[in-house]
T-cell receptor, first 114, second 112 residues
Framework: GENVEQHPSTLSVQEGDSAVIKCTYS??????FPWYKQELGKGPQLIID?????GEKKDQRIAVTLNKTAKHFSLHITETQPEDSAVYFC?????????????FGAGTRLTVKP | ETGVTQTPRHLVMGMTNKKSLKCEQH?????MYWYKQSAKKPLELMFV???????ENNSVPSRFSPECPNSSHLFLHLHTLQPEDSALYLC???????????FGDGTRLSIL
């Protein structure tokens, strides 16, 4: 089955700096890679996702890149703000009906210092 | 508001108690999931339901018993739990399996 590794486990940056979180996956058939943000006392919220037919996707200050050959993908947050502080999870799965194999990384606790 | 509502938000129970966790989704989704979230560990998928049929049971002990009476509601019945079962239990739903999942805010369960 799929195995997802996520690094670093904790990340502290100064407000305005960029933050990068990296994940690797093991199953070359995986083709869907979502990122979730979990704030204190809340459930994970989908913030961006990427499919294997593209290499990069941006949404305002966040972007995700995918390297299928190396089987790794990364989340980039630019111009970080204190409200970006949260735990971020990557995940990998195969899309399609009857695929329920989404596997999550262990999470990265991001702290943005004012 | 995520469209997925879990109750209760917090639950403290003894090892001999019986309780149930409830999840309701207002998104018209066909698939629902139970996850266990423990500190410093990846989310653990417990059960998957698609169109009210259980399609996955990830070697979960029988002291956890899921129930999906319809596509909008999912329950997790708890009986004779152990201290290591203390965790945040998250419910999620998706349009169909393999589609993006939407999570509720979870039930924080503490076993005394």
């Amino acid at each position: 089955g799929e195995n997802v590794e996520q690094h670093p486990s904790t990340l502290s940056v100064q407000e305005g700096d960029s933050a990068v979180i990296k994940c690797t996956y093991s199953d070359s058939a995986s083709n869907y890679f979502p990122w979730y943000k979990q704030e204190l006392g809340k459930g994970p919220q989908l913030i961006i996702d990427i499919r294997s037919n593209v290499g990069e996707k941006k949404d305002q200050r966040i972007a995700v890149t995918l390297n299928k050959t190396a089987k790794h993908f990364s989340l980039h947050i630019t111009e970080t703000q204190p409200e970006d502080s949260a735990v971020y999870f990557c995940a990998a799965s195969k899309t399609g009906y009857n695929n329920n194999d989404m596997r999550f990384g262990a999470g990265t606790r991001l702290t943005v210092k004012p | 508001e995520t469209g997925v509502t879990q109750t209760p938000r917090h639950l403290v129970m003894g090892m001999t108690n019986k309780k149930s966790l409830k999840c309701e989704q207002h998104l018209g989704h066909n698939a629902m999931y139970w996850y266990k979230q423990s500190a410093k560990k990846p989310l653990e998928l417990m059960f998957v339901y698609s169109l009210e049929e259980r399609v996955e049971n990830n070697s979960v002990p029988s002291r956890f018993s899921p129930e999906c009476p319809n596509s909008s509601h999912l329950f997790l019945h708890l009986h004779t739990l152990q201290p290591e079962d203390s965790a945040l239990y998250l419910c999620a739903s998706s349009q169909d399996m393999g589609r993006p999942q939407h999570f509720g805010d979870g039930t924080r369960l503490s076993i005394l």
